[in-house]
């Protein structure tokens, strides 16, 4: 892939104040274009200066969805130099996710050497304060321009960058989640396992509803029975349960295979803990809970890196986890992760991915 290189000459002032970055808000100088159809498969690779896009009315993803997504970031270590956590991961599960709604899949090594060109363009950017990083955001989505739905014939890939702070206003202290009783997120068959916009639409009003009642996500049932429990709505959920961390499987893909949680259950049982990926009941969560066995309770994910839950909602019924307070297994999963990230620690797992 050759890629064309158009800097601004109109660059953005910097964020002056990283304290106040917020998630997502604001963005940097450029973004990388990648266009497709189906007569020249991938081509006119490009880094461009921001701005807005212009796309046909009738184009696909706004009438049927055809849209995926990937969350990844780059940290700013001591010694001044950038790097990201582990996109090749963020490449194959874009791949996985494109495969699932009929999008064109870009290749591993473009999705990669993109993210990477485009951070090293940017590489100013990228925040020097604890906790603040550029959270990267690919996208890929169907650009026919036509209202009849049928197999695609043109696509666009693009990747957006934001220096960002903590995902949650309230940083690393603890989140309060509500178990979601009504709408569903998944069914097996479905695309739960994809980062597709479209979970993101169907778990909306849901979202809405829990932050009214003023918490922050909720968690998800399984969508058949809804007795087991799935994820949160940016995030993987892990539970320590009795002494043994205890985590939903993937294995019905209707839960998304976040990175995060795929790196702490290897540093989980690296460090020796009894993990277990299975379906845990609402039943037995609660029976746990009421006998004082979930110890922990945390959620993993890009955006969200290990946010320990301090709040529990199940059936209307509010349970306090570990006091409300930070426990030592996430502490641990917390400062371990960042500590590769931000370059503090050895990356022993090699995910670190350098940004020349
Ligand atoms: N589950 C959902 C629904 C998400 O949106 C995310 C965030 O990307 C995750 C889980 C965590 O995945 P990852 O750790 O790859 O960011
Ligand atoms: C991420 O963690 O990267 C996500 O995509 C979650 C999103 C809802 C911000």
């Given at each position: 892939m050759e890629i064309k290189i158009t800097k601004t000459t109109t660059p953005a002032?910097?964020?002056?104040?990283?304290?106040?970055?917020?998630?997502?808000?604001?963005?940097?100088?450029?973004?990388?274009?990648?266009?497709?159809n189906d007569k020249d498969g991938w081509h006119d690779a490009r880094i461009v200066p921001f701005g807005n896009i212009s796309l046909h009315p009738a184009s696909t993803v706004f009438h049927y969805a055809l849209e995926v997504f990937e969350g990844l970031k780059a940290y700013r270590t001591a010694d001044g130099s950038v790097q990201l956590f582990r996109p090749?991961?963020?490449?194959?599960?874009?791949?996985?996710?494109?495969?699932?709604?009929?999008?064109?899949?870009?290749?591993?090594?473009?999705?990669?050497?993109?993210?990477?060109?485009?951070?090293?363009?940017?590489?100013?950017?990228?925040?020097y304060s604890d906790g603040c990083s550029l959270y990267i955001r690919p996208f890929l989505f169907g650009t026919d321009a036509s209202v009849g739905l049928h197999t695609l014939h043109s696509a666009q890939f693009i990747i957006i960058v934001a220096p960002s702070g903590a995902y949650y206003a309230n940083g690393i202290n603890p989140v309060d989640i509500m178990i979601e009783t009504h709408d569903v997120r998944a069914v097996r068959g479905g695309t739960g396992y994809t980062k597709c916009g479209g979970n993101y639409a169907a778990a909306q009003r849901a979202t809405v509803?829990?932050?009214?009642?003023?918490?922050?996500?909720?968690?998800?049932?399984?969508?058949?029975?809804?007795?087991?429990?799935?994820?949160?709505?940016?995030?993987?959920?892990?539970?320590?349960?009795?002494?043994?961390?205890?985590?939903?499987?993937?294995?019905?893909?209707?839960?998304?295979?976040?990175?995060?949680?795929?790196?702490?259950?290897?540093?989980?049982?690296?460090?020796?803990?009894?993990?277990?990926?299975?379906?845990?009941?609402?039943?037995?969560?609660?029976?746990?809970?009421?006998?004082?066995?979930?110890?922990?309770?945390?959620?993993?994910?890009?955006?969200?890196?290990?946010?320990?839950?301090?709040?529990?909602?199940?059936?209307?019924?509010?349970?306090?986890?570990?006091?409300?307070?930070?426990?030592?297994?996430?502490?641990?999963?917390?400062?371990?992760l960042t500590g590769i990230q931000w370059g503090k620690i050895e990356d022993k797992y090699g995910w670190i991915v350098p940004v020349d």
């Open positions: 002032a910097k964020p002056a104040d990283e304290s106040k970055l917020g998630f997502g808000k604001c963005f940097t100088d450029h973004m990388f274009i990648y266009d497709w090749i991961e963020n490449a194959k599960r874009m791949a996985d996710s494109a495969e699932r709604i009929g999008l064109p899949v870009v290749p591993v090594d473009d999705f990669v050497e993109a993210v990477k060109t485009l951070i090293s363009v940017d590489k100013d950017w990228c925040p509803e829990a932050e009214k009642k003023g918490f922050s996500q909720v968690l998800w049932l399984d969508g058949v029975e809804q007795k087991y429990i799935e994820e949160v709505g940016a995030m993987n959920i892990m539970f320590k349960i009795d002494g043994t961390v205890v985590t939903p499987s993937i294995a019905e893909k209707t839960v998304l295979p976040g990175i995060t949680r795929k790196s702490m259950l290897e540093v989980l049982r690296d460090k020796g803990f009894k993990v277990e990926e299975r379906k845990i009941s609402v039943q037995e969560l609660t029976e746990a809970v009421k006998a004082g066995k979930v110890e922990e309770a945390w959620g993993t994910g890009t955006a969200a890196v290990v946010s320990p839950v301090g709040k529990l909602q199940i059936e209307g019924v509010d349970y306090i986890i570990n006091g409300g307070k930070i426990g030592e297994t996430t502490q641990m999963l917390y400062d371990t």
